[in-house]
């Protein structure tokens, strides 16, 4: 099957293998920070608002939480249910530079025995689901083996 | 700020009906009113917590409470605020009270929630935060849960038997509670050997969604007054705050926090300001508290809701939990209602029937759950998008 692969959102990341990165955006005029991406206004409250330019995030951070979706969860996610439901991990891993906590789903094989509160974690291309036509692709978390 | 009356508080039994959610605010309705001592005709304002649920009536709920209870002439308003929408209707009543616009409001929410998940709306929406989150990862509201109770068991050391205790308790007082839907006890095992739903989480740690409705009479401490209303219970403060930029705590539906890298956070979480703004309106603070009925999403949620409120320090609420504290005979009773573990959420009706419970307390009318000598009490929630409450109540 040969599919053309579409981003799930399109904008919020981008690369391959080691150049794979989050993209946010940042203020030009206080360096804030977005993800997911602001693209018309600064959301910091004492800013004036400045041009608001693309801005990959760390590709490392630190476990902040994880937890797993043991049955599955409604629409609009998509999952065939023809199959029973294997248990999706999700990680939310804090980057140091950016002071940011970003949800993700884990890489597959990853589960919650896998995973502890500090330990580092890596952002890695992944695919969400694949129909017909599209591999929908998505952002993945997954640990480095270095712990906290 | 001044004060408003509780003229009456009603409830429709909270459960899986299966019936349209109008029937269970009329229900309400009716009960508060009787509560009051009042006919729907004297009712000068409805403001109804919407859902968005119904359709068309749901989004309306002020009118189509006031159409179905009979059209009688008075003034329409209706709210929205997530799982705030109760109280931030009370907050629109107190303020036509306070401001003179009206003399006695009828406040009224009701749900028929859905079988499973909370799910967005239909059809295909990439702008809006709430559809991405289920889209993208697939993040159900037990998702958000499963992150916050693992967070406390690194943080603070909270451990799966804690979350446990928690609903043992507040199924031991649900189950004194004739409008809560589950009226059975729960052992620490029967939690335990609940199914995993979002690890560390199990089923009987997390709150179901449930039919329900809930009402209040408000009124001016006047009209009260003139009513043969000497003592009412009052509001005395209604917080309705919004986070503070950089919110750094990750809140449901949002797939990332704010980042902190161009400010610092501020000094406090959102939901500690949620509580601060109520006590500072009142005057009043954690030590002068006789109950408190906190938004228990989850077992592990109601500790935390211990700290924000500032009941005990930071990471020690799982003490002042296993220490009785917050059981019924202790210092500070928590959800002597049975809370949402033994309520289940019907979303516009909660923060409505927290305050329900806080004034039955505070007469000294909620029978064998009574907190004794109860002279003040807060309900605190928080919702998505940013929206939260507390609500503090005295006599
Ligand atoms: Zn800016």
Not at chain 1, 136 to 141: F, L, N, P
Not at chain 2, 342 to 363: D, H, K, M, N, T
Request: charged letters at 20%; proline letters at 6%.
């Amino acid at each position: 099957m040969s599919c053309t692969r579409t981003p799930v959102v399109a904008g919020w990341f981008a690369g391959e293998g080691d150049g794979f990165r989050l993209l946010g955006t940042r203020c030009a005029a206080c360096a804030s920070v977005f993800f997911p991406r602001e693209d018309h206004h600064c959301r910091n409250p004492a800013c004036g608002g400045g041009e608001l330019a693309e801005f990959p995030l760390s590709r490392r951070g630190r476990v902040w939480s994880y937890t797993d979706s043991r049955y599955r969860p409604p629409s609009p996610y998509v999952s065939d249910p023809e199959l029973s439901w294997e248990p999706c991990t999700l990680i939310a891993v804090e980057l140091e530079a950016e002071r940011i906590v970003v949800l993700g789903q884990a890489a597959p094989g990853v589960t919650v025995e896998d995973l502890t509160v500090g330990m580092e974690a890596e952002v890695v291309p992944g695919m969400l689901h694949e129909d017909a036509e599209t591999t929908w692709t998505t952002w993945h978390w997954r640990p480095t083996g270095v712990e906290a | 700020m001044g004060e408003v009356a509780v003229l009456g508080a009603g409830m429709h039994p909270w459960g899986k009906w299966g019936r349209n959610f109008v029937e269970y605010g009329v229900a309400a309705a009716r009960a508060a009113l009787t509560d009051a001592g009042l006919d729907w005709r004297d009712i000068g304002s409805v403001v109804g917590a919407d859902t968005v649920r119904g359709g068309y009536p749901g989004y309306v709920a002020g009118a189509t409470f006031a159409k179905a209870l009979g059209w009688q002439g008075a003034r329409v308003t209706n709210v929205y605020a997530a799982c705030a929408s109760g109280a931030q209707a009370v907050d629109a009543a107190r303020a036509q009270i306070l401001s003179g616009l009206a003399d006695v409001v009828l406040v009224v929410g009701a749900d028929a929630a859905p079988k499973g998940f909370f799910r967005p709306a239909g059809g295909d929406r990439p702008d809006d935060p709430d559809w991405l989150r289920f889209r993208v990862l697939g993040a159900t509201n037990p998702v958000y849960f499963g992150l916050y109770a693992r967070r406390r068991m690194a943080v603070h050391g909270d451990t799966a038997e804690d979350f446990a205790q928690v609903k043992v308790k507040n199924a031991a007082m649900g189950a004194l509670n004739p409008n809560a839907r589950y009226r059975e006890r729960v052992t620490a095992e029967e939690v335990a050997a609940s199914a995993v739903v979002a690890d560390p989480l199990r089923l009987l740690d997390i709150c179901a969604t449930s039919d329900g409705g809930a009402a209040l009479v408000l009124s001016s401490l006047e009209f009260a007054r003139r009513h043969g209303h000497a003592d009412p219970v009052r509001i005395r403060a209604v917080s309705t705050v919004t986070p503070r930029y950089p919110n750094t705590v990750l809140d449901l539906p949002d797939i990332a926090t704010d980042s902190a890298v161009a400010v610092d956070p501020p000094a406090e979480t959102f939901r500690v300001s949620i509580a601060r703004a109520a006590y500072e309106e009142a005057g009043v603070g954690p030590e002068d508290l006789s109950l408190a009925e906190v938004y228990d999403l989850s077992t592990a949620l109601e500790l935390q809701w211990y700290e924000d409120l500032g009941l005990c320090g930071e990471g020690e609420g799982a003490k002042l939990l296993r220490d009785g504290a917050t059981a019924l005979g202790g210092r500070i009773p928590v959800n002597a209602s049975g809370g949402l573990a033994s309520f289940g959420e019907a979303v516009p009706a909660q923060a409505i029937a927290q305050v329900c419970e806080l004034a039955w307390q505070l007469r000294g009318e909620a029978g064998d759950r009574q907190v004794a000598g109860a002279r003040v009490g807060i309900s605190a929630n928080q919702g998505l998008f940013g929206h939260g409450s507390a609500v503090i109540a005295v006599r």
